[in-house]
């Protein structure tokens, strides 16, 4: 099985810990993981901003890079959800489809390609975990609070077979970041309020520790924990699954 | 001005969008209760859309089907084809009684149409009989919520309204002297009108009869109580069975306030003896989105308002700051349709996380049709958006990887050297509120370059 590691943008040039995680991760479970290296992006800024057109070169990059591949993994839902989603803007062939339908975020290829039932790992902190939105109503990977249905949540599926880990209850459980793409610049305040609100919720429940999927809204996150001096640590969950420690 | 513009003025007073958060959450919560009481939730949401769906694609004929019936029943109808010619046919209609008092209960379309002001410009008395919009009245403003028009307000605002205008005791704050007073006050307002104006919830095409759903029966008392009842709606109001108002009225009060159903469900047929009944019926633009494939859906909306409820953004950002009548999810995906121009940012007023299409009782696709009018947005502004050139550079760059890679690393040097100051100015405004990631010393990439012979991978 030739697995494609995808490494969207922000993750390969801010946080690329998250992406190591998940290359070792995939590794440790027996994958041959192959990096192309003239990725980029897989286009959603300036989709989500109303350019769409703009965002078709990186598309076409995007399809040539990952085409060769059984699988194409990224730790990002919501970008993978975008290559699933909104590649209708390319002119459809084997290969864009390959694609579309052969990638996965990595909680959904751990769990339902992989089919793995344990980790081994150990992670003894109270853990808020943030939802993203695009994993929960994009990728469907949990149930929303507004749909009427049996609870379920693949991202804590996973977390829960970490050895210590202890999650806090929410008092909001999926609400938005406010991080948006284009949005948290152009609607800064909001956003920022937004944040805001979403770290203190964790905060008041009694996280040590916030993680979730996708690193933009961890990134949001981790930009208000920091700016207010919050001593509340930001984590992945892949780095949590791949034994992520604190200990100096 | 914008939406973030306004946005960013209403957010300066913490306390009260903290305040104004909380409440529109807790009527969200009180949603969830409700719906989950109802087993079979999402089975009534697949009927509702699907009824609605239907309506649509007939919708000609359940409009004659329903103008039909209506006339056989004993009302006038009328046919208005925008906001002025439902102006002026409610105008001709109370000129002709010679009516000069108006009471209106709830009514987001005479709203959308601006007739308060027309009337009020022609001589006639308009007093809206909704409390809530009643103190937007009296304040000279527009409602901030579709279902809770005065959700922007304290009862201390409240209090300080009716001082002014209704003589209430100054400083008075305790809800239910303040109902107390509205309720004398809109009594006397009863009694003396000379026609009562409705909305229309719900059309029904077999019967020629309409539904009309308050709390506080301020429907039924005005148009039982006057000689004329006008009852105004859009053309997207009918819904083809009676038993189909077995779906719509589960569904209504329960996504709406979290209540199992509304106080009042009134249901008008024909006129009482003596008296006159109007249905006037109004397009103003839905025949044109209807037009529209990717938005026609929007039409389905039932006005229930719990995507507003939802909305993270809406609750921070207050009604007042989207220009459009209907603020919030389901006014920004109508509001491009009306003109593109004026409310182009209300697209952009999301973060596009989904919330309002899993909270739409009729299933709406709001935020992918809000992705879709950004595109048209876009493409179709004339560019006053210096954001479309920032984008076209971004997707020259994301698609040239040599070139990624060197504004990467000249990014992340900068971002490492330059002092706060220079970083955290006015132009960046993600350093409002928030701290930019501490740059790696190497992209992944380069990390991945340095270090794959000993993970041992091939590439």
């Known amino acids: 099985m030739k697995v494609g590691l995808f490494v969207p943008c922000y993750v390969d040039q801010f946080y690329p810990q998250v992406a190591v995680a998940t290359l070792q991760l995939l590794e440790k479970l027996g994958c041959e993981v192959g990096f192309p290296l003239n990725q980029t992006c897989c286009g959603q800024p300036m989709a989500n901003a109303g350019c769409e057109k703009e965002s078709k070169a990186a598309a076409k990059l995007f399809v040539e890079n990952f085409k060769d591949f059984d699988y194409i993994v990224g730790a990002a839902p919501s970008c993978v959800g975008f290559v699933k989603e909104h590649y209708d803007i390319l002119e459809q062939n084997p290969d864009v489809s390959h694609v579309r339908t052969k990638i996965y975020d990595i909680t959904e290829f751990l769990l339902d390609i992989l089919k793995i039932t344990k980790i081994d790992a150990r992670f003894p902190y109270k853990v808020g975990f943030h939802q993203s939105c695009h994993a929960l109503r994009g990728m469907r990977m949990a149930q929303s609070s507004e749909i009427n249905g049996a609870s379920f949540s693949m991202q804590k599926q996973l977390l829960s077979m970490v050895d210590g880990l202890e999650f806090i209850e929410l008092d909001r459980t999926d609400e938005c970041c406010g991080f948006g793409g284009t949005f948290c610049v152009t609607e800064a305040a909001v956003s920022a309020k937004m944040g805001s609100d979403r770290v203190a919720d964790h905060e008041r429940n009694g996280a040590q520790v916030i993680t979730g999927g996708d690193v933009s809204c961890l990134m949001q996150l981790e930009g208000v924990i920091r700016r207010q001096n919050k001593n509340i640590k930001v984590v992945h969950l892949v780095e949590i699954l791949n034994g992520v420690s604190f200990e100096k | ?459």
């Open chain 2, 1 to 459: 001005m914008t939406h973030s513009e306004k946005a960013t003025r209403y957010i300066k007073d913490e306390a009260r969008v903290d305040w104004h958060d909380k409440a529109l959450w807790f009527v969200r919560q009180k949603r969830d209760i409700q719906t989950k009481k109802v087993p079979e939730w999402e089975t009534l949401r697949e009927l509702a859309s699907q009824i609605k769906a239907n309506v649509l694609s007939e919708l000609d004929t359940y409009l004659t089907q329903f103008e039909e019936n209506a006339i056989k029943n004993g009302v006038t109808v009328h046919w208005a084809k925008d906001a002025q010619e439902h102006n002026d046919i409610i105008l001709r209609i109370l000129n002709g009684k010679n009516a000069k008092k108006l009471v209106k209960s709830k009514s987001m379309l005479t709203e959308e149409c601006h007739l308060n002001s027309f009337l009020e410009k022609n001589g006639i008395e308009v007093v809206d009989t909704d409390l809530g919009e009643r103190i937007v009245q009296l304040r000279h403003e527009t409602p901030s919520h579709i279902v809770l028009p005065a959700i922007h307000l304290k009862k201390e605002d409240v209090g300080e309204t009716f001082h002014t205008h209704l003589g209430s005791e100054k400083g008075a704050k305790d809800p239910q002297y303040l109902t107390g007073v509205a309720r004398e006050h809109l009594r006397e307002k009863f009694l003396s009108a000379d026609a009562a104006l409705t909305g229309v919830n719900f059309a029904i095409a077999e019967t020629g009869g309409i539904t009309v759903c308050t709390n506080e029966g301020n429907a039924d008392l005005g148009a039982h109580l006057a000689p004329v009842h006008i009852a105004s709606m859009g053309i997207e109001k009918i819904i083809p069975r009676q038993s189909d108002l077995g779906v719509f009225l589960r569904m209504l009060a329960r996504n709406a306030t979290g209540q199992a159903i509304t106080t009042y469900s009134s249901h008008f047929l024909k006129p009482n003896n003596g008296q006159e009944m109007h249905f006037v019926i109004v397009d103003n633009g839905r025949t044109e989105q209807l037009g529209r494939v990717d938005f026609r859906k929007s039409l389905y909306c039932i006005r229930c308002g719990a995507c507003l409820n939802t909305c993270p953004v809406y609750r921070r950002s207050g009604g007042h700051s989207y220009s459009f009548t209907i603020p919030g999810p389901i006014g920004s995906i109508l509001s491009p349709g009306v003109d593109l121009k004026k409310y182009a940012s209300m697209a952009f007023a999301s973060t596009l996380c989904g919330s309002c299409s899993d909270v739409c009782p009729v299933k709406i696709d709001i935020h992918h049709q809000l992705y879709k009018w950004r595109q048209i947005i876009v493409n179709e502004s004339n560019s006053s958006f210096s954001k479309k050139q920032i984008m076209k550079a971004m997707g020259f760059l994301f698609s040239h990887p040599g070139l990624y890679r060197f504004a990467g690393k000249t990014g992340r040097k900068l971002v490492s050297s330059l002092p706060g100051f220079v970083l955290y100015n006015g132009l960046n405004t993600w350093g409002n509120g928030r701290e930019l990631p501490q740059p790696p010393a190497q992209s992944f990439r380069e990390w991945y370059l340095e270090n794959k012979h000993k993970t041992g991978n091939k590439l």
